[in-house]
């Protein structure tokens, strides 16, 4: 095993990403703005904005899953039990005496186990929650009847508990990013795509000769 | 290249001008009825100038006499209530039964004096001239049965000082309705100015263009129309009913060329409205529960010209010190006119100038406490009661003007009462004798009502749809208005809103959600700046 600096984030994940970011905090500014918590945007543009950003969310999402699939990258979000009761505990006792995070992150495997199984259920239940509820919502008319009035109240809610949910989801998120290596350690490699991996000798190999891009020199001394 | 632009231009100028010329130059009508000898008559009535309307005009008098504006009456095809002025109860001066001429002024024909009969079946009993005069010097006494004034006494329908009509001048003119042959009688509904409706008022015979898109003149952007435009008739029955109205209008604009009789917004503007980008998308999804009115007119009663929103006449009666009736004028309109507060005939009043409306689902039809409903005097009344489920599909959420009032009751029978109280010369007219016992008696008995005796005040509702004094687009009632806690339509049931419950329990529930992760993160950050005692977390 040997620590490398290699490209972990191709250029499209990081678009994923930060694209993400930009289009789910407008949902969620102008979402709360439409639910009647703040006045900051005027409603017309508020509900225009909103439609606009979830759209342009779905199909960069539509790209992603394309990507996940082709690239196998879907692997990744895969969750596994082993080893997540280490991060809990780190995360609930260790942290606080100092401990290293018990996760080391290896080649096939960018995402501890906790992570791993927080994005499957994210990806899996809360973001199709969302989405399914808010084309519901945006089509409300090409389905519904005059007596859809509980249909749509249900429809509403559902959305709006999943939009909290995914607020809860994005202070941890951030919180979390904290911890450890410390916040500009950890975004970096969603900026620069370039993070610390412990390598095998054959992985090493094979990027050594088949991607060699995708591997920093190793560092003198 | 910019000359031949300039010729060009100046060429098709020239095309257009000569072709107003044109249109000015010919008649629009194929008949100048100036040139008609048998109308260049001294008449002496309004009777005689009929007569010789019906020489050419074979089936006028027949078409007429079965029109609403004729008989009074409409017998509802719903609710099978018999309605019209004839049998209806208001929260105004009360009843047309007992106050004839002073009511049937406005009759559009000639002589009906009493409720209890059908109006003069005489064919020259109809008034064509109220509504085809365009000399705009014919009109009606105010207390003349219909009959216009033909010497300068008393005064006009209009509350004007009465001036002897020229009825050969009137005869000749006649062409289209217009404005002021509808407003005559309809903007002053209720004794006055914008008193009974909200919506129509004097300030219609010339809207500016924020009052009214559609009666505003070109020059202001507006369109110039006036009210058959959109109440279109045929055989002298017009489009747009009160008692029944057509709430929401599916057929739309219809097939091109096809012939619609309906007032509706969407007979001319669709239902689809709204330009096909994102937002006049979900501006049309809107059609499915709001009349076009809900949104496009903001406030009635705009222009300058308040309306009555109160009306209470339990007060009425008072004198003053020396034993006469007094009158008080403690409100000022935005145009500065002042106006009745208290009248001793009349009682207390209260005005709504750009008012909000009411709103209400409403599938069209109004049902009215006509004499035989029996009230329930502990509540508020409803005069007439508004219909109108989300369920039923074809109800939509209207604006009302509700008009707040307080009216004599037969506490025994427990129904609204018929009140005679206009009539100078009798000993029983409430606004002569102020004597409300008498002129309940007086008012059942013309009516032919049995009376208990015993009469009360009840409070009472009556809603007014508001229609009329279209805004323009810009000034439409903004999404903020009804999209947020208490907003505009808070008191309509029976839909879901986004934006006017942020604290439902699954948005308290959220609330806590993000309460508790940032509680959480807090917690655990400080958990760990004191817990780190020998190597910290911080290792990078």
């Keep these: 095993m040997a620590k490398r600096i290699v490209k972990v984030y191709p250029a499209f994940e990081r678009l994923w990403h930060w694209m993400q970011v930009i289009l789910i905090l407008t949902l969620m500014v102008t979402g709360m703005g439409l639910n009647g918590v703040h006045g900051l945007i005027p409603f017309g543009q508020a509900v225009m904005l909103h439609t606009l950003a979830a759209l342009a969310l779905l199909a960069l999402w539509v790209f992603a899953t394309f990507w996940l699939f082709t690239t196998g990258t879907w692997k990744q979000f895969i969750p596994k039990i082993e080893g997540m009761v280490a991060v809990a505990r780190f995360y609930a006792y260790g942290v606080f005496k100092g401990e290293e995070h018990p996760y080391e992150k290896i080649f096939w495997r960018k995402h501890n186990p906790l992570q791993a199984a927080t994005y499957f259920v994210l990806k899996w239940f809360i973001f199709p929650a969302i989405w399914i509820t808010g084309l519901l919502y945006l089509t409300y008319n090409f389905w519904a009847g005059s007596d859809s009035v509980l249909a749509i109240t249900l429809i509403a809610n559902l959305h709006l508990l999943s939009a909290y949910v995914i607020g809860a989801f994005i202070i941890i998120h951030v919180y979390l990013l904290t911890v450890g290596h410390g916040f500009r350690e950890h975004v970096k490699p969603m900026v620069t795509g370039y993070d610390e991996i412990d390598l095998t000798p054959e992985q090493e190999a094979y990027l050594e000769s088949n991607e060699p891009e995708r591997l920093k020199p190793v560092a003198e001394g | ?540």
């Excluded at chain 2, 231009?9 to 000569?18: D, E, F, K, M, P």
């Excluded at chain 2, 016992?437 to 005040?457: H, L, R, T, V, W």
């Design chain 2, 1 to 540: 290249m910019l000359l031949k632009q300039a010729i060009a231009g100046l060429c098709l100028a020239i095309v257009t001008a000569g072709n107003a010329v044109a249109e000015d130059a010919v008649s629009k009508s194929t008949a100048d009825h100036s040139k008609f000898p048998s109308l260049q008559k001294d008449f002496k009535s309004g009777p005689e100038v009929t007569e010789a309307c019906l020489e050419c005009h074979t089936e006028a008098d027949d078409q007429f006499m079965h029109s609403i504006h004729f008989t009074w009456e409409y017998d509802h095809p719903d609710t099978g209530q018999k309605l019209g002025k004839k049998n209806v109860i208001n929260a105004f001066c009360g009843s047309v039964a007992g106050n004839e001429p002073r009511c049937t002024s406005c009759h559009a024909g000639y002589g009906w004096d009493d409720m209890n009969e059908a109006p003069p079946q005489k064919e020259t009993a109809k008034d064509c001239l109220v509504c085809h005069d365009t000399s705009d010097q014919y009109t009606k006494l105010a207390t003349g049965a219909g009959h216009p004034p033909m010497e300068a006494k008393g005064k006009t329908i209009t509350g004007q000082k009465a001036w002897a009509v020229d009825l050969k001048k009137a005869a000749m003119s006649v062409g289209m309705p217009d404005r002021d042959n509808c407003g005559n009688c309809h903007f002053y509904g209720g004794g006055g100015d914008n008193v009974k409706h909200g919506d129509l008022s004097s300030v219609l015979y010339n809207p500016s263009f924020d009052v009214d898109v559609h009666m505003s003149p070109k020059s202001e952007g507006g369109e110039d129309m006036v009210c058959s435009d959109c109440h279109v008739s045929d055989r002298h029955q017009w489009a747009g009913s009160r008692y029944n109205v057509l709430a929401s209008d599916p057929h739309g604009t219809g097939k091109p060329g096809e012939e619609r009789h309906a007032a509706s917004c969407q007979s001319c503007h669709g239902d689809a409205p709204h330009p096909t980008n994102i937002k006049g998308m979900k501006l049309n999804d809107h059609t499915d529960t709001l009349a076009c009115q809900t949104c496009h007119i903001p406030e009635f009663a705009r222009g300058g010209v308040p309306t009555k929103s109160m009306w209470d006449w339990s007060t009425a009666g008072k004198m003053d010190e020396t034993g006469k009736p007094y009158s008080e004028d403690k409100y000022t309109s935005s145009m500065g006119k002042h106006m009745h507060t208290y009248m001793s005939t009349k009682g207390n009043f209260e005005y709504a100038e750009n008012a909000v409306p009411h709103y209400a689902w409403f599938d069209g039809q109004v049902e009215y406490t006509t004499i035989d409903r029996k009230i329930d005097p502990t509540n508020t009344v409803d005069v007439n009661v508004i219909h109108g489920d989300r369920a039923d599909g074809s109800s939509r959420i209207w604006p009302f003007k509700r008009m707040e009032g307080r009216q004599a009751y037969d506490k025994v029978n427990e129904n609204l009462v018929y009140t005679h109280v206009w009539g100078p010369t009798t000993d029983t007219a409430f606004w002569t004798n102020f004597d409300w016992a008498k002129a309940i008696d007086a008012g059942m008995k013309a009516a032919n009502q049995p009376y208990s005796g015993e009469f009360g005040f009840v409070d009472t509702y009556m809603y007014w749809p508001i229609t009329h004094m279209v805004a323009p687009a810009e000034d439409a009632v903004g999404c903020v208005e009804c999209h947020q806690e208490n907003g505009r339509l808070a008191d309509v049931a029976g839909v879901f809103m986004p934006g006017t419950d942020p604290n439902s329990w699954i948005g308290l529930l959220g609330k806590a959600i993000i309460l508790m992760s940032f509680l959480g993160v807090i917690g655990h950050s400080l958990l760990r700046l004191f817990s780190r005692n020998s190597k910290g977390d911080h290792h990078g």
